[in-house]
């Protein structure tokens, strides 16, 4: 009973409440206003889920037929009869060459899901087996003082969603340790706050693109003298220099508007200034500081897939990039798996910020 | 030299065209271990009176005296119970109370400290929620809350803005003899804000009414020659205690009528005479 408790109250915690409903339906207690609370919360998403994916699938289909006709009808026109009946067989046998190259159907993205898996295990596999065989080389090489042999075969599609990953927590990290304590001198300092505001402004709205391009300019030539790869420098600079404003400003905001009665007491107690901003300041404007985290997380994940796209640093957005430069037969279908992906991580990363906001903030409203 | 004196105190809030002047020629002086309360209207300026002597702002005009010394700044001479109970909210029952008397007593170690927290929890009666946050109390749980932690700094001077008013009539009853108790045994100097004038005589030396604001200035002070202890039962026949109250609240009603018909007068005023045309009228005549 008291474990049920707890996960309850976890699962709750991270807003999946429902999970313990659905146990409920299969342990058999349940009443009228539960199964109701059932229906809102788990019925209906699945409903929903499942129309979506109809309404795609036929979207799918009436675009690929309009494709397929006009192809039949342009050689029909272009060459004449037998050219038409030949481009209907071409693309009745799904050959590549005149395929409609369209959106794919759902059944085409899971598929396109599967052999991305079965792709990445044959890639560990390989991997595996290429740890192994220079493992002992790789010992001499070390003890000779050379660098280890690594393994540069293609990155598999899980593999890029951890450089991805990687990116985007490098990115994230860099904002959080530049936007917080600037964000903390703003908002303590009106000094600051009018030095700084119209440099926030104008840098605020300024697009991911053109950050990669500064960041661009100014890495290439910090690292001039270096032969290292730069394209992950770039990438994560840029990403957490278009996702730090919200944090910045969000901080900067909550520490300049702590409650009056706040800093009377702290007054009153006659608090140091070192105590009075760890005490009283910083936990009174958590829970903004957490709100402009979340937004950065999210905003960092999002521009993420451009800026590896434009970095050439290997990743989902790369991935992307290239499976549509690719144009092979499932390129689409990748296209799609890639976005659920990215929409997927993108939906977890946020449930973890909110996760870690309820745990450490004192305002414990259930923000979504 | 009284232990605490306010000579000519003028407080104005604002500028320009929202300045408004909410205290006007306060002159106060209280002697070190007597009970002064106040009575006064919301509104009237009693939480800015108090602001001025515990040190949170500074008057427009005139000076606030501490045992001789200029007040300038909060101390931890001068205990605070606010009147919104001001409690962090991200702390508990408990730390709340550590916090303060950590900084009043810097050289005492952490058990002495908790000690300490302990029996002013205690004598609130909040030892079963000293783990709970100030969300999870109700208003009068948060006033004692309040109550402890100013008391709990063991200030030379308690000055209170309003402490008892969200509580009910027993807990009420209860904290009004803790702090009398404390005051008594202690030597402590104690000023109490109140809208309560039975709690006023109950607890005080003296009651000194603020006239209402803008503008609010003391009026004339009512002696309590009531023995001490106090006994609240017996209180009710006390024929001194029946003669005070009547007087005290017949001055209040007095003022009360006069502020509503100040208050008719200032709306028709205005729209009789507009300002700007009556200042141009003036520009011309000079
Ligand atoms: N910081 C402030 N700025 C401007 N006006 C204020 C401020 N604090 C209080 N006032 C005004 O001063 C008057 C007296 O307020 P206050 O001292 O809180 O009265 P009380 O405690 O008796 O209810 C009110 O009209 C209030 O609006
Ligand atoms: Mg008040």
Redesign the pocket.
Known sequence: MKQSLTLGKVTKFIGLGFLSTIKDLFTGNIDKEDFKTLLRKTIVPLASILLFIGLWHMGAKALYNKEADFKIEKALTDQGQAAADAMEACIASGDVSCKPNTLPSPSQVWDSYKSLLRDHNIIAADKAAFKEKTAALNEKRVADGLDEITYTGRPSFVDQIFRSLKTVFAGFLLALLIAVPLGIFIGLSPTLKSAFNWFIQIFKPVSPVVWYLLVFMIVKTLLIDSNEDSSFTISFISVGLCSMWATLVNTAMGVSSVDKDYINVAKVLKLGSFQKIFKVVLPSSLPLIFTGLKITLSVAWMVLIAIELLAQSPGLGLFVWEEFQNGANDSNAKIIVAMFVIGIIGFLLDRLMLTIQNWVSFDKTDAI | MAYLELNNIYKT??QGDTE?E?LSNINLSIEEGEFVAIV??????????VNLINGLIEPTKGEVLFKGEPVSGTSHERGVIF?NYSLLPWLTVGQNVYMAVKEAFPKKSKKELQEIVADYVEMVSLTPAINKRPKELSGGMRQRVAVARALAMKPEMIIM?EPLGALDALTRGNLQDEILNIWGKEKRTALL?TNDVDEGIYMADRIIP?RP??NATLGPEFKIDIERPRDKTELNDNANFKKTRNAIIEYLMDIGEERKSDSIEEIILPDLSPKDFVNQFKYKIL
Do not use: C, E
Request: hydrophobic fraction near 30%; aromatic fraction near 10%; avoid cysteine.
């Open positions: 809030y604002g408004a909410v006064g209207f919301t509104g009237s300026g009693k939480t800015t009176l009147q803005d804000i603020l604001g803008p």
